[in-house]
């Protein structure tokens, strides 16, 4: 995907291809992460045995947070397809800037669904993937470096949504402004679900969880990752936020 | 593996298992990187468009660097599976050590072959993954990123080394305190060589790189990884170099 040409990031098979690949990504990271234990500590704030000097949060907000902050030195979030968990701590780049084309609507960057994708992540998903419920002390800092790259792989997918909303209403503007005039939010999502797409990630999700998830030289090997619970995870998490976003951005699309 | 319990880490078959899981994590890895260009000025020195103030070194090593100074405040250096890539820039942790028991003769921290491994990624790895030869200014990120975690992988499997090293030492006392003592390379190479183990290895890998490396939904799809590549990269990299991790170790050995 090249955010240097407008035209090839609206098109909405290039937006598709992105998301399959993404797929991949994710599932990686989570087979990754599966080979922990659930490790509550990591997620707590301020737990005692880890508590992090002048630091209000959990040893992952830590590491992300200066992360983060090293990343955006690097220009990490002035590409439009990269949401900050801290947007106040980030940084400014200390190379020179790319200067983006806009693609995006202005407001884009104020519609940011990390904190809810890391709750929901924490609670709902780390469960799924880990096999055990303990606090591994000696893993804390795997640990939270698998969470990083899960949390990050999950939020460039779920805001990947702007750019499907801004495709889809550059391809049917009068549609969408009718819609967005009436704030009709139900016919906005009517209009924005695919339910033949939806079933053919979620098909393709069940395939690529039984590839991936096993040693192909050791079929007796444990299964890393079960692949009802990654289709659980899209249908019930990442689908549904993709189109909070989705449905955020079109609402505010007159703004702009 | 529990560090915590030096028996079962000095045990060969959860060595074996250890770095079978490993395989995966660099497949993984290799495939994340295998999407972008080359972008030979991410690892130039002082790279005019992207100078880095007050750092003599390239995009990467800083990128690299300062998430090792972030992950040392996390104690993640005091692990005896990791190896900084860069010993001197690293800082003692803010949150209370570990104390892992000893498993590794007490030199075994000054055994670092990142320098070497950093060196052959760039010149021999980094043009057999990416598909094009090109800069991509806007990937410059996503690329260190990628790169760090497959540097940090390899550099976690050559230097596994040590513990393979130390468990032969321990189940052939008699055997390689002669060969140590004769300074009898020759003798060490051929005492560690198991060509039947190296067999299954570069076997098992061309299964995986052809399993992991094409998405199963789509059988015309790219193929992200090519499987002689893996192989020749495991035959000429990362096996030779284990086995100077663990001449270097074994060589040493009675000093400790
Ligand atoms: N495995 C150790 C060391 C480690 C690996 N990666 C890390 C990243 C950050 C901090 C520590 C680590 C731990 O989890 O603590
Ligand atoms: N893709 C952009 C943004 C980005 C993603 N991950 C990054 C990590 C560091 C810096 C920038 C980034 C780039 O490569 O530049």
Same mark, same amino acid.
Request: glycine share 2%; net charge positive; proline share 5%.
């Given at each position: 995907m090249d955010f240097f040409k407008p035209e090839s990031v609206l098109n909405l098979q290039n937006i598709r291809d992105e998301l399959v690949k993404m797929e991949d990504t994710i599932i990686f990271n989570f087979i990754e992460r599966s080979? $922990? #234990? =659930?490790?509550?500590s990591v997620y707590e704030r301020n737990a005692p045995e880890i508590k992090l000097p002048d630091f209000d949060g959990s040893f992952l907000d830590w590491a992300l947070m200066k992360m983060e902050v090293v990343h955006s030195q690097l +220009?990490? $979030? !002035?590409? %439009?397809?990269e949401t900050p968990f801290f947007p106040d701590k980030i940084l400014e780049p200390i190379i020179p800037s790319?200067? /983006? %084309?806009?693609?995006? #609507?202005? /407001?884009?960057? !104020? *519609?940011? /669904?990390n904190d809810k994708i890391k709750q929901i992540y924490i609670k709902d998903i780390v469960p799924l993937l880990s096999? +055990? &419920? *303990?606090? =591994?002390w000696e893993n804390f800092g795997s640990v939270a470096t698998r969470d990083i790259e899960a949390l990050q792989s999950l939020s460039r997918r779920i805001h990947f949504g702007k750019f499907v909303a801004e495709a889809k209403f550059q391809n049917e503007p009068e549609k969408f402004t009718k819609l967005i005039q009436d704030k009709d939010v139900d016919g906005i999502v009517a209009a924005i679900t695919n339910s033949e797409v939806e079933e053919k990630i979620l098909h393709r999700l069940n395939i690529k969880a039984s590839v991936y998830g096993v040693d192909p030289t050791n079929e007796?090997? &444990? +299964?890393? *990752?079960t692949p009802e619970y990654l289709v659980k995870i899209y249908e019930e998490i990442v689908i549904p936020i993709t189109k909070e976003v989705e449905v955020e951005y079109l609402l505010r699309r007159l703004e702009d």
């Open positions: 080979h $922990f #234990a =659930t490790c509550s +220009r990490r $979030f !002035e590409s %439009p397809d790319l200067n /983006y %084309p806009k693609i995006l #609507a202005s /407001y884009s960057n !104020e *519609i940011n /669904y096999k +055990r &419920d *303990i606090n =591994t007796k090997g &444990d +299964r890393k *990752i």
